[in-house]
């Protein structure tokens, strides 16, 4: 055996070991050090609002990923290409409707291309308070170009008037002024001298809402303090045609406050309204004369009226006087008089509309859907009160037979004193009566096809009374889905030509009297209080059936009443007021 060999075989063996460990130690003290991770600093935002979370990375061996985390779970993850050694991270995060003085707790953590992990780091975000705005105190008349804005609260104090027109006889050389508000905006009214809008003839508003950013006329007061009559209203005189006065001549609207309005001019244009809700107006200007939550005297069709809603209103919702505005989308929310009222030879368009009322809430005048007069007297004064409207939604008060609701109640719809309106695609529910055809010469107007009545469906309350219209000891001489007897005591018949006002209504084209609204389509909410649903569910009777009007105006629609499958309420209307805080 050679000993030798052998020894130096050991030797080289050995030498080999050592060098491999040698050179295993020497890779690991060559690994650089772990990720080094620093959060942004502490942030803070309101509801709605959007923040930026940040970090740093440095890894000397290469950045693999980044870990984030809210609240202990999953948010956001990136990952990063080979040889990226720092970074500077950075993601919005809009911050959530938690309440104020809360947290959310976001935690990153790197790992680099040897496993190696950075420390757990934090970054918090604290939900602070929306800061008040700024209340800027409005009065007297507006002239020329003037702006708010919605980084402020405006507060009308008396009457506050845009333009300087407030005589009988309009003057071109009055002063004029055009108020734009910004989309977002609050405007609040001052209880104690009656605060309202009044644009006057020859000037404009241009209140251009969205969907996300409506701007509300509201009451001054706190959350939870509001009540109807809380200020005036908004009101808009125009330059069209009515039938109470001639040439430039105008009449003053109800209250004596110089809302002067009329003239010759169907095309005047009295600027924009898109978006635009009116809380909690309707006060009193002189004993029972109170400015409705929208008041439009003699208004131009040049004139834009779309996404409006009145809630709690002192007085009616929305009223024409005269003129010739379209308008669509309309809500009126559980006002104390009627939800839409029509006089002085008003002949403009509508097309979804919904009324709905609180099983309380009525007027000591008679509260109805639609009131509906050619003028005060029931004359011949032309232009007639004419409108033509298209897919109404009516919700009475009455959701059960065993809810109790005002006496005061009365109609679906009042025609009345020689109109001649056109109703196509309505439907009517939860009123003690559905429609009253009122007085010898609307009965003439609806016998001669003047008035007329398409694909309208009145629907009862189930069980109340023996037809689901309230006949009974305590509701007559109510008690009709179509009146056959007027309100006189004791109640004597009339008619519509040769027939009773309820077989002409059923002659028409697509009028139905239900005893019920159930198979309808619609929903219970509509009946209660807080936001309803409105979109008909599958199947129902409304669904199918509906008729287009004539002219351009009309949108098509397939559906009967004023929602099909689309809420046009969703974002910009608020059916709950009361809880709204409107000083951020």
């Not at 071109?172 to 003839?201: C, F, H, M, N, P």
Request: net charge neutral; glycine share 12%.
């Amino acid at each position: 055996m050679n000993f030798r060999r052998l020894a130096h075989t050991a030797l080289t063996l050995g030498v080999l070991s050592m060098a491999l460990i040698f050179n295993a130690c020497k890779k690991e003290e060559e690994i650089g050090p772990a990720p080094v991770l620093t959060p942004g600093s502490a942030l803070s935002g309101i509801a709605g609002s959007v923040v930026k979370l940040s970090a740093t990375i440095n890894a000397a061996e290469g950045i693999q990923t980044l870990t984030v985390l809210k609240n202990g779970q999953a948010f956001d993850s990136k990952t990063y290409s080979a040889g990226t050694t720092s970074d500077s991270y950075s993601k919005d995060y809009t911050v959530e409707n938690l309440p104020v003085g809360s947290s959310v707790v976001f935690t990153f953590q790197a790992t680099d291309t040897k496993n190696q992990t950075s420390t757990v780091a934090t970054q918090v975000v604290n939900v602070s308070a929306v800061p008040a705005k700024t209340v800027v105190e409005v009065r007297g008349v507006l002239t020329g170009n003037v702006s708010w804005t919605k980084d402020k609260i405006y507060k009308l104090i008396g009457f506050v008037r845009v333009g300087a027109d407030t005589t009988e006889t309009f003057s071109s050389t009055a002063a004029t002024g055009t108020l734009t508000i910004e989309a977002g905006t609050t405007i609040i009214g001052d209880r104690a001298s009656k605060a309202t809008l009044i644009v006057q003839r020859g000037s404009k508003i241009i209140a251009n809402g969205t969907a996300d950013a409506p701007i509300v006329f509201t009451s001054e007061r706190a959350a939870g303090q509001r009540e109807s009559g809380d200020w005036g209203g908004l009101v808009i005189c125009g330059r069209a045609v009515n039938n109470q006065s001639t040439g430039d001549k105008g009449i003053q609207l109800e209250g004596s406050y110089k809302g002067w309005h009329g003239g010759s001019n169907n095309a005047d244009n009295s600027g924009s309204l898109k978006y635009v809700r009116v809380e909690y107006a309707g006060v009193p200007i002189n004993p029972n004369q109170e400015v409705n939550s929208f008041t439009f005297g003699s208004v131009g069709n040049g004139t834009t009226l779309e996404y409006l809603q009145a809630s709690f209103g002192l007085d009616d919702s929305f009223e024409w006087f005269g003129g010739n505005v379209n308008a669509k989308y309309l809500v009126a929310y559980r006002g104390l008089d009627d939800d839409f009222d029509m006089d002085f030879g008003y002949s403009g368009n509508l097309q979804f509309i919904v009324g709905m009322r609180g099983a309380t809430l009525a007027d000591q005048s008679g509260s109805n859907g639609f009131e509906v007069d050619n003028d005060g007297q029931g004359t011949t004064a032309a232009p007639f009160t004419s409108p033509t409207i298209s897919n109404v939604t009516l919700v009475g008060p009455k959701e059960t037979n065993a809810t109790s609701i005002s006496p005061q109640f009365q109609n679906g719809m009042h025609l009345r004193r020689n109109n001649k309106i056109k109703v196509y695609n309505a439907v009517i529910t939860g009123y003690p009566n559905g429609i009253f055809v009122d007085g010898a010469g609307t009965q003439a107007n609806a016998n001669s096809g003047e008035l007329v009545l398409n694909r309208v469906v009145i629907a009862g309350t189930p069980s109340w009374g023996t037809d689901g219209f309230g006949q009974g000891t305590n509701d007559t001489p109510r008690g009709f889905g179509v009146r056959d007897v007027n309100t006189a005591t004791p109640a004597a018949a009339i008619t519509v030509g040769t027939a009773k006002p309820s077989e002409w209504f059923a002659a028409q084209a697509g009028n139905k009297i239900l005893n019920s609204y159930a198979g309808l389509g619609l929903s219970q909410s509509i009946f209660q209080a807080g936001t309803p649903t409105f979109t008909l569910s599958n199947g129902g009777t409304l669904a199918t059936g509906g008729t287009v009007p004539t002219g351009s105006f009309f949108t098509a629609a397939s559906f009967i009443g004023a929602f099909g499958s689309e809420n046009w309420t969703a974002k910009w209307s608020n059916f709950s007021p009361n809880t709204t805080d409107y000083s951020k």
